[in-house]
Nanobody, 125 residues
Framework: VQLVESGGGLVQAGGSLRLSCAAS????????MGWFRQAPGKEREFVAA????????LYADSVKGRFTISRDNAKNTIYLQMDSLKPEDTAVYYC???????????????????WGQGTQVTVSS
């Protein structure tokens, strides 16, 4: 499955962005999906994840209450709504899929085996 992220950009602190992850090649309706991010000089870290049916969602403590993950299986697309953005949210954001059917949301990057190329999010102070 191919994953393409979009929606990144430059935003002031306190602003909002919505990232999209469009899947192609096969349906992701039965796959758990996740968002990760990597800031310059830092390791890739978990941001949010959603189970295949949307019934279970996980968030990193640093984004809980500010970010919302969702999915539209009819559009084969995953979203990450980011509100109240902070400069420390600046990073390249990656979408990832667990290509095992009916997966649960997990925080470990090792559980995901298909990755997008990433989209840059920059939050200015």
């Amino acid at each position: 499955v191919q994953l393409v992220e979009s929606g990144g950009g430059l935003v002031q602190a306190g602003g909002s962005l919505r990232l999209s992850c469009a899947a192609s090649g096969r349906t992701v309706s039965t796959y758990a999906m996740g968002w990760f991010r990597q800031a310059p000089g830092k390791e890739r870290e978990f941001v949010a994840a959603i189970s295949w049916n949307g019934g279970n969602k996980l968030y990193a403590d640093s984004v809980k209450g500010r970010f919302t993950i969702s999915r539209d299986n009819a559009k084969n697309t995953i979203y990450l709504q980011m509100d109240s953005l902070k400069p420390e949210d600046t990073a390249v954001y990656y979408c990832a899929a667990q290509t095992v059917p009916f997966g649960i949301a997990t925080m470990s990057s090792k559980s995901y085996d298909s990755w997008g190329q990433g989209t840059q999010v920059t939050v200015s102070s």
